[in-house]
């Protein structure tokens, strides 16, 4: 790891498969190194996979195969920001078709538990809009999706 802060991500017992999961998905993702238990752990034996170090979209993560005792909630998420409809939808197909949940304005969560904001940059411009007027009915908007639909934002933003 040659990275001086690197984000350590909780697991219970599948830190490979879930960045493997991430690799596959977002651009600019990798799976690093696998490191083996050298002894028993709480969680686990001799010889188990213990940490793993992975890219997402050039963030470094260490996977660590903590056990059951601590699972991920909405106080930490990734914010993907997306380019287009099409973006938004694939990453957010991908993480809602594996075994993921749905939730509101634009957030989801993987099979992990790990919080993810599907966040289109259209959507970030007009929720920050300088008309107020503009800024409030896309923010509205955005209050009553799922998965943010650009042209719906848009279209509110224009009133």
């Known amino acids: ?4 802060n690197t984000i350590c991500l909780w697991y219970d017992g599948t830190a490979l498969d879930a960045a493997t999961f991430y690799a596959k998905t977002f651009p600019d993702s990798a799976v690093g190194a696998v490191h083996h238990a050298p002894g028993d752990y709480p969680a686990g034996k001799q010889g188990d996979i213990l940490t793993v170090e992975f890219n997402v979209m050039g963030i470094p993560c260490l996977g660590l195969n903590g056990g059951p005792a601590f699972r ?3 106080a930490f998420s990734f914010q993907v920001a997306t ?3 099409a973006e938004t939808d694939h990453l957010w197909n991908a993480i809602i ?3 993921g949940q749905a939730s509101e304005c634009g957030w989801c969560k993987d099979k992990w538990g790990l919080s993810w904001q599907i966040t289109p940059r259209a959507l970030t411009a007009a929720v920050t809009d300088p008309d107020p007027a503009a800024a409030r009915r896309a923010f509205d908007a955005m209050m009553t999706m799922t998965k943010i639909d650009i042209a719906a934002i848009e279209a509110a933003r224009r009133g």
């Open 83 to 85: 380019d287009d409809q």
């Open 72 to 74: 991920h909630n909405e």
């Open 1 to 4: 790891m040659t990275s001086k």
């Open 97 to 99: 078709d594996n075994g």
